[in-house]
């Protein structure tokens, strides 16, 4: 990697939906659907499972149609980036780490 290539931001994750996809249209126009994912940890060995549950965004119409299709419990391959996003609330600002999906996909059986 050259000195003007350093970076890279690529986050591939493999879960089961939490809760309904939220499908909303901001102030912008834009639209937006938005779950949690849930993953779980390789065990290391403590006798009980851990998981990690990770906010995704889908901006592009193409993983809005797939969010829309996907159900709670439904397990999903997510391929994307991490982005912070900032936003205000009653208390002043405030940002949130979520994952921008690029590619979404709802794996057989699920």
């Known amino acids: 990697m050259t000195s003007d290539q350093v970076g890279h931001?690529?986050?591939?994750?493999?879960?089961?939906?939490?809760?309904?996809?939220e499908?909303?249209?901001l102030p912008s126009g834009d639209r937006l659907s938005t779950f949690r994912l849930v993953v779980p940890r390789p065990d290391a060995g403590e006798g009980r499972a851990r998981v990690d549950t990770i906010d995704v965004a889908?901006?592009?119409g193409r993983?809005?149609?797939?969010?829309?299709?996907?159900?709670?419990?439904?397990?999903?391959?997510?391929?994307?980036?991490?982005?912070?996003?900032?936003?205000?609330?009653g208390?002043?600002?405030?940002?949130?780490?979520?994952?921008?999906?690029?590619?979404?996909?709802r794996l057989p059986g699920t």
Request: net charge positive.
């Open 63 to 89: 993983t809005r149609r797939v969010a829309g299709r996907v159900g709670e419990g439904s397990v999903v391959a997510v391929e994307g980036a991490l982005r912070r996003r900032f936003f205000a609330t």
């Open 23 to 25: 499908e909303r249209e």
């Open 9 to 21: 931001n690529a986050v591939s994750l493999v879960g089961r939906v939490s809760g309904e996809v």
């Open 58 to 60: 889908c901006w592009s």
């Open 91 to 105: 208390a002043g600002r405030a940002s949130r780490y979520e994952v921008e999906a690029q590619r979404l996909r």
